[in-house]
T-cell receptor, first 113, second 117 residues
Framework: DGGITQSPKYLFRKEGQNVTLSCEQN?????MYWYRQDPGQGLRLIYY???????QKGDIAEGYSVSREKKESFPLTVTSAQKNPTAFYLC????????????FGQGTRLTVV | AQSVAQPEDQVNVAEGNPLTVKCTYS??????LFWYVQYPNRGLQFLLK??????LVKGSYGFEAEFNKSQTSFHLKKPSALVSDSALYFC???????????????FGSGTRLSIRP
């Protein structure tokens, strides 16, 4: 099956701990994205990457970090510096080009207690 | 700042009636516009896009969208709503980074569509 896989679906962490969310795609897409979704606020861009070993900050990058060591993988680490990490996190990928749509994973719901 | 806006948090329509979900944009240059749908606790699914050409774009599940350059709008429409259309709908725009070929996608705040039987 081709697509984007996010794991785990649900994640619980204690406050002050770093946590890494996984995102893998087998669509051979160059670009990958991480979004955060909170109720009533839509999707906000955290980080995005167009090619391996390169990524850019989105609108709300503070308290997050990413890596892009392989084309297929774009893990997101939520650090203890993120003030309000409880949210629904969505990963997406797309081919390069302005006319291309993004394909989304099923999301990871992170709850920090 | 370049952006996309959805002015309605919620739209309520009776089954069988036409529906419209509004979207306006503010972009320098030609806009690349998209509509997505999200069902509870799921990722987003692509519905349709406007790149260039005809102002009326047809997409999945009977949805269509009308691009209006003078009003900077890209409203989502369907002639006859179904209860199963009830979901969260997002308008999005792809923005090119300055001085590079990179681009990102930004989303509106979403509109919850509720279709009553």
């Amino acid at each position: 099956d081709g697509g984007i896989t996010q794991s785990p679906k649900y994640l619980f962490r204690k406050e002050g701990q770093n946590v890494t969310l996984s995102c893998e795609q087998n669509l051979n897409h160059d670009a990958m994205y991480w979004y955060r979704q909170d109720p009533g606020q839509g999707l906000r861009l955290i980080y995005y990457s167009q090619i391996v070993n390169d990524f850019q900050k989105g609108d709300i990058a503070e308290g997050y970090s990413v890596s892009r060591e392989k084309k297929e993988s774009f893990p997101l680490t939520v650090t203890s510096a993120q003030k309000n990490p409880t949210a629904f996190y969505l990963c997406a990928s797309s081919p390069m080009g302005m006319n291309t749509e993004a394909f989304f994973g099923q999301g990871t719901r992170l709850t920090v207690v | 700042a370049q952006s996309v806006a959805q002015p309605e948090d919620q739209v309520n329509v009776a089954e069988g009636n036409p529906l419209t979900v509004k979207c306006t944009y503010s972009v320098s240059g030609n806009p690349y516009l998209f509509w997505y749908v999200q069902y509870p606790n799921r990722g987003l699914q692509f519905l349709l896009k406007y790149i260039t050409g005809d102002n009326l774009v047809k997409g999945s599940y009977g949805f269509e969208a009308e691009f209006n350059k003078s009003q900077t709008s890209f409203h989502l429409k369907k002639p006859s709503a179904l209860v199963s259309d009830s979901a969260l709908y997002f308008c999005a725009v792809r923005l090119r980074e300055r001085y590079s070929s990179a681009s990102k996608i930004i989303f509106g705040s979403g509109t919850r569509l509720s279709i009553r039987p």
